[in-house]
């Protein structure tokens, strides 16, 4: 568990990281963030990076902001940041800090970021699930200028995006979520701590007691974390009970295409997709003011 | 301690005291020593190459990008030439040899993780470097056998992969079937895990040519007879070659046993003429070490209409991995021999087909066979229980052997001893426990539970365990002329506390402060000597021989004593580190009286010099201690997760030297067991590749997973077969907690006879109660 021979850089800005990633990407260059998943691959020599791009050395990534409606979460936001969020960021500051506590564990929390999580695509990534269901968009970096694309165009297979080999992930613009809306996250993994077998994430606009645009990411099910929009128009119009509920975790189950490997058949996950879905939405639906 | 008044109150009544671990402070002020933190001057840094593929004939290791590397040295079989393979520990089970391991693939590789070469540099990432660009080529000539009940196939020409068939029993079992009011048949299986400690095995060696004589530090468990065995292999003497066990993180069975890696290691020491140095990392630890556990079983029961066993017939499969290791069959032996536990069993029969299968070698883990059993033989007593429709409790009470009837006869083997059941009273224990996990308002609360909607239950693994193992030890202690008291022994140290108790044995015993005990073990060239750690046997094996030896001291000391305190010895008395003439109060301190002792000394008189005993202790039956594993468990239905949300253990260990290390080797075997039960497997897929070579597949419970545990240490059963009464305690945690979850997940679930296997993963129970509710059998 000895990393392969590398090259080490530690750029002074955003334009100097982009630059040496521009020479030495052909060669295999990577950035490297907070490393809880770069530095193990590489330990397993799974990964073989030519040169190490250190943005730890990058000064004014670490924190995140509000602009508008959007927050905004540059590279070197780490996980921890949503332990205890801002309270500008309202309820997505509180969605986010009960999902964080998912991430691995205190110490890789402390040191992974939010869009390492995104530029590595996990499946079962926690925050690919939630910039995905809220409707990101990305802001990338490189010699040849910037760019912003939607989430939705990012991830293209597990572990894959649609990055350029040249481009730095800069920050996520992560839409607020409106006010009035409820919003619920359910996940099971084998341990605390543990990627997820399956998890949903839903947010639901309220036209008075019926449900009015309704989002419903899964992750960890399919090999890209995504909506259901099956299960979304189930919803629509529909009250918040036990019963619609049942009938949009009904319509994500017969709607996915679960992965499937030796230690967890597709049928196992599909049956997950209805539970972890049925268990956010009622996760969403106590935040309901009581019925008088 | 307070300055009592002699000589009513002892100070040095350290038997039975909770006291502080001698053997933390370095641990946990950071200086441990572990192999990996030992260096030698001018030493290589050695790296193993592996096989990729499960089977195959070798058809090229292509080395020449490595051998171009500056500084890089590499052997393959080949290159080694002829070296004995790695021996195993015989048994009266004969015909193994063909199946033990080379040091590198010979002509065939057999499991992922093989050695087929090793790579000397001088840095440890040149060596990894240089091991990456060596590529093994095969012929794939037959495919790899992965189940060890598909048909066996061929090991070698003309030799099968089923070395042996044992075979145990006694009575007469068709009777007994024939007559049976009820027949219970249950097909059960135990995944394939193991012992992973959190250090990884490491080896450092070093030849000296000058003298002839090699050293290797990262010994431990069995370091004497490791050193005999590569005595053999090298052609050389014993006392030219000496192993040292430093600190240890973790053992559990698994490390100390004689690996390729030790032999490789020294043989690059004594043909470079350099210290080699070699540090497993985890990935390689994941498929090299020894695994354990994967066991198929076919039982059935002949009982009576009152729900007294009459016969089991046991078919047992055991899936050996590739190779005979240094246990030999010893694992499938034991666990046919033991798997009776508690219980009267008129008539036995038992076959266990020991086979070979293309994986990484299994041997011992804490409570080898006795895990595996427990679940086995308590799936039994319940599925009985249910046949009968008869409270399980009451059933097993009905087929205990009883109080009056120990020491009790089995009939059977295991270990190369008799089994007999030394002392017991199951009754007794099974009532205290039931009392002190509050049995009845468990049971009631998981009732209201399950009323509400939840899957809830509460399920109990009785056991017996196996302690003591002999068959000898010898001890050496010398008390320096500062009082200081030297215990040295043969025995090892894995981080289980023996240093701790057999400093309260020995402090005990001469009345003297335990803290002024250092005892020195896993060290060839301190001892003649030794059989090391393993099987719950330290304790009851150097405890005994450190007793004799502190006698014999005692005795001798206070002979002096009373010389220089002008008493007659039976009015001296030894505590607290010095002998008092209880006449006067006069005291000598036990270092003026070794000073007394010395050669020279004008007081010495015509007695022995010195302060040093050395004594034997010899046993040829293990005693057994055994207990009670009672858990309550909640399911979620949907997902399969099941949460253990209390657990209870009570075991009688005899004669408790330390009650809060013994709940610390309870507990940390617990893990280890809700660990088998519940989440750690080594999976492999159809071409037998492994699929558990990270933590991140291999899943160890975290202090998240672990429920609050109640643990209750009893000694109404003392081991008639050493003075103290003394049993062993390292396995105890581990043993029943596969059949306590089972039973309890069956409550929760209110499915009796669904838990078919271990581990109960969520996947497995989603599509277990699917199958089951459908009316299929396992
Ligand atoms: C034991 C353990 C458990 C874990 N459990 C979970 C879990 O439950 N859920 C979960 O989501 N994650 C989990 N992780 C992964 C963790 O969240 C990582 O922190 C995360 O996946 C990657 O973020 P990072 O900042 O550490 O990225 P790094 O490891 O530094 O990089 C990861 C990859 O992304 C690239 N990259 C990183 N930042 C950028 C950027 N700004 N622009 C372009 N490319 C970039 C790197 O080049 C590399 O390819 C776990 C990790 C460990 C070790």
């Not at chain 1, 070197?76 to 691995?104: E, K, Y």
């Not at chain 1, 989430?151 to 839409?175: F, K, Q, Y």
């Not at chain 2, 017991?424 to 468990?442: P, R």
Request: hydrophobic share 40%.
């Amino acid at each position: 568990m000895k990393p392969a021979p590398f090259a080490y850089y530690r750029p002074a800005t955003l334009e100097d990281a982009a630059a040496r990633l521009a020479d030495g990407a052909d060669e295999g260059a990577m950035i490297l963030a907070g490393g809880q998943s770069l530095v193990p691959m590489m330990a397993l020599r799974v990964a073989y990076p030519s040169e190490l791009i250190d943005l730890n050395t990058v000064p004014g990534l670490d924190t995140p902001r509000v602009e508008g409606n959007t927050l905004v979460i540059p590279a070197l936001v780490r996980h921890a940041t949503f332990h205890t969020p801002d309270p500008a960021f309202g309820p997505t500051g509180d969605l986010m800090a009960s999902v964080v506590r998912h991430i691995a564990h205190h110490p890789i929390r402390q040191r992974g970021t939010f869009c390492g999580s995104l530029a590595h695509a996990d499946p079962s990534s926690e925050w690919a699930l939630t910039a995905t269901t809220l409707g990101a968009e990305l802001e990338l970096l490189s010699v040849r200028g910037t760019r912003r694309i939607p989430i939705a165009d990012w991830i293209d297979g597990a572990m894959s995006t649609t990055r350029e080999p040249d481009e730095i992930l800069t920050a996520a613009h992560l839409p607020l979520i409106p006010p009035g809306s409820l919003s619920g996250f359910y996940e099971v993994s084998r341990r605390a701590g543990d990627f997820a077998l399956g998890m949903a994430l839903v947010v639901l606009g309220m036209d008075g007691d019926r449900i009015g645009e309704a989002s419903i990411g899964l992750g960890g099910i399919e090999e890209i974390p995504r909506r259901i929009p099956e299960a979304e128009a189930a919803l629509q119009g529909q009250p918040a009970t036990p019963e619609s509920f049942a009938t949009a975790a009904q319509a994500a189950m017969d709607a996915v295409d679960p992965m499937s490997d030796a230690t967890t058949p597709a049928s196992y996950r599909r049956d997950l997709a209805g539970t972890v879905i049925r268990r956010a939405l009622a996760q969403a639906a106590t935040r309901l003011p009581a019925p008088v | 301690m307070t300055d009592a008044t002699l000589p009513n109150a002892r100070r040095s009544a350290w038997i039975g005291q909770s006291v502080t671990r001698l053997e933390d402070r370095p641990l946990v002020a950071g200086l441990g020593r572990f192999v990996a933190d030992m260096d030698r001057p001018r030493q290589l840094h050695a790296r193993i190459v592996r096989s990729p593929h499960a089977t195959g004939r070798i058809t090229d290791i292509d080395c020449a990008e490595a051998d171009a590397m500056p500084g890089v040295t590499v052997w393959t079989a080949e290159r080694l030439g002829e070296v004995p393979r790695i021996p195993f520990r015989a048994t009266k089970i004969s015909g193994l040899e063909p199946y033990v391991q080379p040091v590198l693939a010979v002509e065939r590789v057999r499991y992922v993780g093989e050695p087929v070469a090793i790579v000397f540099a001088e840095d440890p990432y040149v060596a990894e470097d240089a091991a990456e660009t060596i590529f093994v080529d095969v012929e794939d000539d037959n495919p790899p056998i992965l189940d060890a009940r598909a048909a066996p196939g061929t090991f070698l020409p003309g030799i099968s992969t089923e070395p042996v068939v044992v075979e145990k029993g006694y009575g007469d079992v068709e009777a007994a079937f024939a007559a049976a009011a009820h027949v219970v048949e249950l097909d059960l299986a135990t995944g394939r895990h193991s012992g992973i400690p959190m250090e990884p095995r490491g080896a450092l060696a070093e030849w000296d040519a000058g003298r002839g004589h090699l050293d290797l530090w990262g010994a431990t468990k069995r370091p004497h007879w490791n050193r005999d065995r590569l005595a053999e292999m090298f052609g050389l003497s014993p006392t030219c070659i000496d192993l040292h066990e430093p600190h240890v993180g973790g053992g559990f069975g698994i490390r100390g046993e004689l690996y390729p890696e030790d032999v490789l290691v020294c043989m690059g020491a004594m043909r470079l003429r350099r210290p080699v140095k070699w540090v497993e990392d985890r990935r390689e630890h994941m498929m090299a070490a020894n695994h354990s556990r994967e066991q198929q079983h076919l039982i059935r029961a002949a009982v009576d209409a009152d729900g007294h066993i009459l016969a089991i017939d046991e078919t047992l499969h055991h899936d050996q991995g590739a190779y005979v290791r240094t246990h030999g069959a010893r694992v499938a032996d034991m666990s046919i021999g033991l798997l009776l536990g508690p219980y009267r069993v008129p008539a036995y029969a038992a076959r266990a087909h020991f086979r070979l299968t293309a994986k990484t070698p299994a041997a011992t883990y804490r409570a080898p066979g006795r895990f595996e059993g427990s679940f086995v033989r308590e799936r039994l007593m319940d599925a009985i229980a249910q046949r009968l429709a008869m409270d399980p409790l009451e059933l097993r009470r009905r087929n205990f052997i009883g109080t009056s009837e120990m020491p009790y006869q089995r009939g059977l083997t295991a270990l190369e001893s008799e089994v007999v059941l030394d002392s017991g009273d199951y009754d007794g224990l099974l009532t205290k426990a039931q009392d002190f996990c509050g049995w009845n308002d468990m049971q009631a609360e998981a009732a209201a539970r399950r009323a509400a909607g939840e899957a809830v239950g509460i399920g109990l693994g009785f056991f017996v365990e196996k302690s003591g193992l002999g068959p000898s030890e010898l001890v050496r202690v010398t008390i320096a002329t500062d009082g200081e008291i030297e215990i040295v022994t043969g025995a090892a140290s894995l981080g289980q506390g023996m240093e701790t108790a057999i400093a309260q044995i020995a402090a005990d015993t001469l009345g003297a402060d335990y803290t002024a005990c250092r005892v020195i073990h896993g060290q060839t060239d301190r001892i003649t000597h030794g059989w090391g750690a393993h099987a719950s046997r330290v304790t009851v094996m150097t405890g005994e021989a450190t007793r004799r030896a502190a006698t014999e001291l005692h005795d001798r000391a206070r002979d002096m004593a009373a010389e220089l305190l002008d008493a007659l010895p039976t009015d001296v008395i030894l505590d607290g580190g010095r002998a008092t003439n209880t006449a006067t109060g006069d005291h000598v301190t036990l270092g003026q009286i070794a000073a007394a002792l010395d050669p020279v000394s004008p007081r010495r008189g015509d007695r022995q010099p010195g302060l040093s005993a050395e004594a034997w202790f010899h046993n040829t039956h293990m005693n057994y201690p055994y207990g009670a594993h009672i858990a309550m468990v909640a399911v979620d239905t949907e997902t399969g997760r099941t949460t253990v949300e209390r657990y209870a253990i009570s075991y009688d260990v005899g004669r408790a030297v330390n009650p809060a290390m013994i709940e610390g080797q309870i507990l940390g075997g617990l893990a280890q067991g809700l660990g088998g039960a519940l989440l750690e497997e080594f999976r492999y897929d159809q071409d037998g590749q492994p699929l558990s070579v990270t933590f991140a597949d291999y899943l160890m419970p975290s202090s998240a997973e672990m429920p609050e545990v109640a643990i209750q240490i009893l000694e109404d059963a003392p081991s008639p077969l050493n003075p103290l009464g003394l049993k062993g305690s390292g396995e105890a945690g581990v043993t029943a907690a596969g059949a306590a979850i089972a039973a309890a997940i069956d409550d929760a679930l209110q499915r009796p006879g669904l838990v078919t296997r271990l581990p109960v993963t969520p996947q497995y129970l989603h599509a277990r109660l699917a199958q089951f509710d459908a009316g299929g059998d396992a």
